[in-house]
């Protein structure tokens, strides 16, 4: 097997199931009902997109593992996704703001995948790009909605991009597995997003009358499967059915 | 993955494919979605290959199960294959199936430009399907399932859903 190409495969799918939990945990919890089933939708659509993932790294890794085994049964240091998307809802500007800094990046991201030499990840990305620009769209008009709207609005949506800012550059991280897809032509340089990332990003956080945050300092460590506290957490709540009740189906 | 747009479906299977419709949208048949890419028999068993209209769709695995039912009933068995590429698109959905789902209540998509105007609030071009006004706005750009945005007329002041355009 190629080992480079199945982690290459569970970084990218890691991202959109970690995000899709926390997508789902606002399921009932929404501000709104219209809210809420948009961000339920979304979570939907992660995770649709991450059966496709783990289908193709379990039939590459053909070690009687399946997705389920795959999304449930490892240990949070195996996880590879960056700290961004695990990062708590605590209230509805962070849920957008994390939704908003992950989907630029991810629209992005799926733009170059489609022409990857893999024909399985090219198709995989052809088919979420479609999903990932509503995503990015929703996230945007909310950004804007909520930091040009009242005072109070404007002051949470700022609090959440000042906190989560200092976890944008991970996203732009290569690993030596990134390295050796890019250079087999199956991997995107997300190194070489990042010049326009941080533009686009600007230019709504602009329309939406938010500041820029200007910090220097980024954590990082999730790609490396080194985690923030949240993690645990998350990964209890999201196990806990498969490791009660191992190969349990709906 | 070579399957081209347009699908390779046996005759004689048509009228069982006709046979089974879309769950959340049950006056749709799955040949009027566009879903089927491939029905072919050999040797008794029908092989199918299936485009999702959205990843993570829990319509499909019901679709899949609804298709192994309806050609059992007949006594053929099914291989289903959930294929992504070319990926859906609202293209696919055709004409007929179009007229049925306004009838149904649920905004036909428009054309790819025509829908970015619509879901960015610039254009009022959405026809609501219970007063036929175009003076309608967005509610949400996610409705009852992933495919669909909610509107509502500011005319007769009903809410309904328009399916997106996927492209």
Redo the contacts between chains.
């Keep these: 097997m190629n080992q480079n190409l199945y982690n290459y495969i569970i970084g990218i799918a890691d991202n959109s199931l970690i995000l899709g939990q926390r997508l789902g945990e606002l399921c009932g919890h929404g501000p709104s009902l219209e809210t809420d089933i948009a961000l339920t939708n979304m979570s939907l659509d992660l995770f649709g997109q991450v059966r496709s993932y783990y289908q193709y790294a379990a039939q590459l890794a053909n070690d009687g593992k399946t997705e389920d085994d795959i999304a449930f049964m490892r240990l949070e240091r195996a996880y590879k996704n960056v700290l961004l998307v695990e990062q708590p809802n605590t209230h509805f500007g962070y849920v957008i703001g994390k939704q908003f800094l992950f989907d630029v990046y991810h629209l992005m991201m799926l733009e170059k995948l489609q022409s990857s030499t893999d024909q399985t990840l090219a198709a995989i990305a052809k088919k979420s790009i479609k999903e990932v620009s509503y995503h990015e769209r929703f996230s945007s008009d909310w950004v804007i909605r909520l930091g040009d709207g009242t005072e109070e609005s404007n002051q949470k949506m700022q609090e959440a991009i000042d906190a989560l800012w200092r976890f944008t550059d991970e996203l732009f991280d290569m690993t030596d597995d990134d390295k050796a897809m890019v250079e087999a032509g199956i991997g995107v340089d997300v190194s070489a997003l990042k010049e326009s990332y941080y533009p686009k990003v600007s230019e709504v956080l602009k329309e939406a009358n938010l500041t820029v945050p200007e910090r220097k300092y980024f954590t990082r460590g999730g790609k490396q499967g080194v985690h923030s506290e949240h993690m645990g957490y998350l990964l209890a709540d999201m196990q806990y059915m498969q490791r009660s009740f191992p190969g349990m189906k709906w | 993955?070579t399957l081209t747009e347009e699908p390779n479906i046996d005759k004689e299977l048509i009228p069982i494919l006709e046979s089974v419709s879309d769950p959340e949208i049950p006056v749709l048949t799955v040949l009027d979605l566009g879903v089927i890419r491939e029905a072919i028999e050999i040797n008794n068993v029908v092989y199918i290959k299936l485009s999702?209209t959205?990843?993570?769709?829990?319509a499909m695995d019901v679709i899949g199960d609804d298709l192994t039912a309806a050609f059992k009933a007949i006594g053929k068995k099914t291989e289903i294959q959930l294929v992504?590429?070319?990926?859906?698109?609202t293209d696919w959905i055709s004409e007929a199936g179009k007229r049925k789902m306004e009838v149904y209540g649920i905004a036909a998509p428009l054309n790819e430009t025509a829908d970015k105007e619509a879901?960015?609030g610039q254009k009022k071009i959405v026809k609501c399907t219970n007063c036929g006004s175009t003076n309608t706005h967005l509610?949400?750009?996610?409705?009852?399932?992933?495919c669909k945005a909610?509107f509502k007329c500011d005319d007769c002041q009903e809410p309904f859903d328009y399916f997106?355009c996927?492209?």
Aim: charged share 5%; with cysteine.
């Design positions: 993955m999702p959205y990843s993570g769709c829990p992504l590429a070319p990926a859906w698109t879901l960015l509610v949400s750009q996610f409705g009852s399932t992933a909610l997106k996927l492209k």
